[in-house]
């Protein structure tokens, strides 16, 4: 049962994923962001890290995505912004495909590898996996930096929104 509920859940991912990217209409790519979102979610919940799957339906399907929406709707992008340029079309299918392809066989070459480790070693997930206090270790101790820069972008991506809407209003 558990199989099935991984791979159903990484299909309704996948395909949620390929519907952001492929949709012209941007709210309908948030949406489908979310659904992958929450079937992310659903995967981390099945890894047994339950906090880390209720902190991404909490920060990123909620909050995230509401000022991505909001955003969105608040640009009102209209059919005329989104043209489509078929040669432009190709060349992006073209380079999305050389890239799964690199992307498949490195990751075919770490999954050798981590099957490898992971018959070696007795019990592969760590005991604390997935809570609250090893995330918190992890991130202040090896990602400080990168977590302070995230804070200042996002900082930055609400100044953006504010200096749009007042040159809007102007």
Do not use: C, W
Not at 14 to 42: C, D, E, G, K
């Amino acid at each position: 049962m558990e199989s099935f509920i991984f791979y159903l859940f990484a299909v309704v991912s996948i395909a949620s994923a390929l519907l952001v990217v492929s949709h012209r209409n941007p709210v309908v790519s948030a949406l489908s962001l979310v659904l992958t979102l929450f079937s992310t979610a659903v995967l981390f919940i099945l890894l047994l890290a339950h906090f880390i799957a209720v902190i991404q339906v909490l920060i990123y399907a909620g909050a995230i995505m509401v000022l991505f929406i909001f955003t969105v709707m608040f640009l009102n992008l209209r059919d005329d912004a989104l043209s489509f340029d078929a040669q432009g079309m190709k060349l992006k299918l073209a380079t999305l495909f050389v890239i799964l392809i690199i992307v498949g066989y490195f990751s075919h070459l770490g999954f050798k590898k981590g099957v490898l480790l992971l018959s070696q070693n007795k019990n592969p997930i760590p005991e604390n996996f997935g809570t609250a206090e090893a995330v918190a270790e992890v991130l202040f101790r090896d990602y400080l930096l990168p977590f302070e820069l995230t804070s200042i972008l996002i900082v930055v991506a609400i100044l953006g929104v504010v200096v749009i809407a007042k040159r809007r209003l102007n």
